[in-house]
C-alpha cells in the first residue's frame, strides 16, 4: 500500500491543528505538509512529494478552485478533498465538476467527517491505482499468450497462419490452411464477411466476438482481432489478424450469471423470510398485549370495589371477550406448531358436509348482522357426504367466513354457494369487501401473511395464521383451497374443493387409513 503523503492548505492554524488530530487517528504514520501561503504552495509542487491535498476554499492569498485547477494541472490524478466553512453548495458542485473528490463543512462536529472523507477518497485511489497496475499486468500477460496469428487476402484466403491456429482449427500443420477460406469456419458467415468488409472504413470495429467450426465439427467461441491492410494509395491488399479461443471464458461467464442469478434469487427470498418473520414478531406481541392490556386494565377497576353493579356486568363482559380473543391467537400459535412439527391429531369419519357450512353460518351470522352484511346461500342436496373431522372442518369454513366478514364493509353481501364436478365438491365464499392486491394474493396461504392492502395502516388485526392453517387442514382432507380477487376493492372468493365419499366401505377403508397415518 502506497504511503500518504498529504499536503494541509489551510492558513487557520487552529483549524489545521484539528484537523491533522482527527486525520492521525486513521493515518497514525502519515506524511503531511503544512501550507499557509502561495511560497509553500510553489516549493510543495515543486518538490511533488505528495500524493493527496486537503484545502479550505477562503484562503487569504487564493481560493481552493485556483488550487484545485492548479493541482489538477500538474498531478491530474492526484485525489483532492476540500473542507471549508464559507463555500456554498455551488462552489461545491463546481469544483466537484472540476474535479474534486469530495467537499466536507468545516465545523466542530465535521472534523471527524473531514477524516472519514479523506479515508474514502484514498481507499478509492488505492483501488483505482491497483486496478490500473492490473490492467497493465494482465495486458502485458494477454500480449505473450498464444494466438491464431493469420495474413488473408482481398477475398479472405489464407495466405500464412501460425501453427497455434492450425491447432486450434483441428489441423496439425499451418500449410493445411493455406489457400482456405477463413470465413468458411464460421458458424455465422454471413456476420463475419459484413464484420470483415466494414474493417477497411476509419472507424471500424476491430474486435468481434463468434463461434467457429473445427475440423471436428465442435464449435467454440473466439475473440477475432483484425486490420484491414492496405498500400500507399490506400487499396485494400489484405487482412492480418488475430485468434484467441475464449470458449472457456465464456462458458464461465454463462454460469457466473446463473450463479449471481440464483445467489439473488436466494438473498431475496431470506430476506422476505426474515422480514416477515419480524413483521410476525412484531404484530404478535402488539395482538397478545391489546386484550392482556385491556384485562389488567379492567381487573384493577374491579378491585377498587367502586364499580356499580352495571360497570361491574360491563368489565366483566370485556374481559371475558379480550380472553377468548387472547385464547383464538394461542389457539393459531398452537394449531401452526402442531402443523410444523406434523403432530396435529385429526378423527376422520363420514360426515355430512352441509351441516358443517350451516354450523358455520350460525356461528358467524350475529357478526355479520351487527355489520348488516347480507348473507346468500347457494347450497347443494343436504345429502352430500364426506370423509372429515368436524371440528377441524368446521373451523376451515368458519375462518373463511370470519375472514370474509372481518374485509366487508357495512352493508356489504358474503355468498356461499356449492356445486359438484364428478366427485369433487366445490364450496365457494364470495364477498364484496376489500380484496386482494395482485401482488399479495400468490402469498395469501403462507405462514404470517396478512393479505391487507400495505399502504395503509394495518387495522383488521390477526396473526397471519389462519389462510396457513385453513390451506394445511384443507389439504390433509385430501383436497385444495384457492384465493381470487380481482384487485383492492373488488372483492374476493375463497374456493375449497373436496372429495365426495362414494360408498360405505370406502367411507371406513379411508377414514382408518388416515387416522393411522395422523397418529390415532
Not at 488475430?242 to 445467489?263: C, F, G, M, Y
Request: charged share 20%; glycine share 6%.
Amino acid at each position: 500500500m502506497t504511503e500518504l503523503k498529504a499536503l494541509i492548505i489551510d492558513d487557520n492554524s487552529h483549524d489545521r491543528a484539528l484537523a491533522l488530530r482527527e486525520l492521525k487517528r486513521l493515518f497514525p504514520h502519515f506524511q503531511y505538509q503544512e501550507i499557509i501561503d502561495q511560497t509553500s504552495l510553489t516549493e510543495a509542487l515543486e518538490k511533488d512529494n505528495f500524493n493527496l491535498v486537503i484545502t479550505d476554499y477562503q484562503l487569504c492569498w487564493t481560493t481552493g478552485i485556483k488550487i484545485l485547477d492548479r493541482i489538477k494541472k500538474q498531478k491530474p490524478d492526484c485525489p483532492i478533498v476540500m473542507f471549508t466553512g464559507t463555500g456554498s453548495e455551488e462552489i461545491a458542485v463546481s469544483a466537484m465538476k472540476a474535479g474534486l473528490d469530495d467537499y466536507v463543512i468545516k465545523s466542530p462536529k465535521h472534523y471527524v467527517r473531514l477524516a472519514a472523507a479523506v479515508h474514502s477518497t484514498w481507499q478509492k485511489y488505492e483501488q483505482k491505482k491497483a486496478l490500473q497496475e492490473f490492467k497493465q499486468s494482465y495486458y502485458r500477460f494477454f500480449e505473450r499468450v498464444p494466438l491464431g496469428l493469420y495474413r488473408l487476402n482481398p477475398e479472405g484466403i489464407i495466405i500464412e497462419a501460425n501453427s497455434t491456429l492450425a491447432k486450434m482449427l483441428g489441423y496439425k500443420q499451418q500449410q493445411d490452411l493455406q489457400g482456405k477460406n477463413i470465413s468458411g469456419y464460421h458458424h455465422q458467415p454471413k456476420a463475419y464477411l459484413l464484420w470483415q468488409q466494414q474493417l477497411e472504413q476509419e472507424q471500424a470495429q476491430a474486435e468481434f466476438e463468434t463461434q467457429v467450426q473445427l475440423l471436428s465439427g465442435k464449435l467454440i467461441w473466439v475473440n477475432h482481432h483484425a486490420i484491414a491492410v492496405k498500400d500507399e494509395q490506400g487499396s485494400l491488399i489484405g487482412y492480418e489478424g488475430a485468434i484467441a479461443d475464449i470458449t472457456a471464458n465464456k462458458e464461465a461467464e454463462l454460469e457466473r450469471v446463473k450463479l449471481l442469478e440464483r445467489e439473488s434469487q436466494a438473498r431475496e427470498e431470506a430476506e422476505t423470510v426474515n422480514r416477515i418473520k419480524d413483521e410476525f414478531l412484531a404484530t404478535l406481541s402488539h395482538e397478545l398485549r391489546t386484550p392482556l392490556n385491556t384485562i389488567i386494565g379492567w381487573t384493577q377497576l374491579l378491585c377498587t370495589g367502586k364499580m356499580s353493579q352495571a360497570q361491574t356486568n360491563k368489565a366483566l363482559e370485556v374481559i371475558n371477550r379480550s380472553a377468548k380473543a387472547q385464547n383464538q391467537l394461542i389457539d393459531a400459535l398452537l394449531d401452526v406448531s402442531c402443523i410444523i412439527r406434523g403432530t396435529m391429531k385429526l378423527q376422520f369419519k363420514p360426515t355430512n358436509l352441509n351441516k358443517i357450512l350451516m354450523t358455520s353460518l350460525d356461528t358467524i351470522r350475529p357478526g355479520a348482522s351487527a355489520k348488516n352484511i347480507k348473507i346468500v346461500t347457494l347450497l347443494e342436496s343436504s345429502t352430500i357426504q364426506i370423509n372429515a373431522d368436524q371440528e377441524r372442518l368446521q373451523q376451515v369454513f368458519w375462518n373463511l367466513l370470519i375472514n370474509a366478514i372481518k374485509f366487508t364493509p357495512n352493508g356489504g353481501q358474503i355468498t356461499l354457494e356449492s356445486s359438484i364436478i364428478e366427485n369433487t365438491i366445490s364450496i365457494k365464499i364470495t364477498d364484496t369487501g376489500q380484496g386482494i392486491a395482485p401482488d399479495i394474493l400468490p402469498f395469501v396461504f403462507d405462514r404470517f401473511r396478512q393479505g391487507e392492502n400495505k399502504s395503509s395502516t394495518r387495522t383488521s388485526g390477526g396473526l397471519g395464521l389462519g389462510l396457513a392453517i385453513v390451506r394445511y387442514l384443507v389439504e390433509i382432507h385430501g383436497g385444495n383451497v384457492l384465493a381470487d380477487s380481482r384487485g383492492l376493492g373488488k372483492g374476493a372468493t375463497f374456493t375449497v374443493n373436496l372429495p365426495i365419499l362414494l360408498n360405505a366401505n370406502a367411507e371406513n377403508t379411508t377414514a382408518n387409513r388416515l387416522n393411522l397415518m395422523l397418529g390415532e
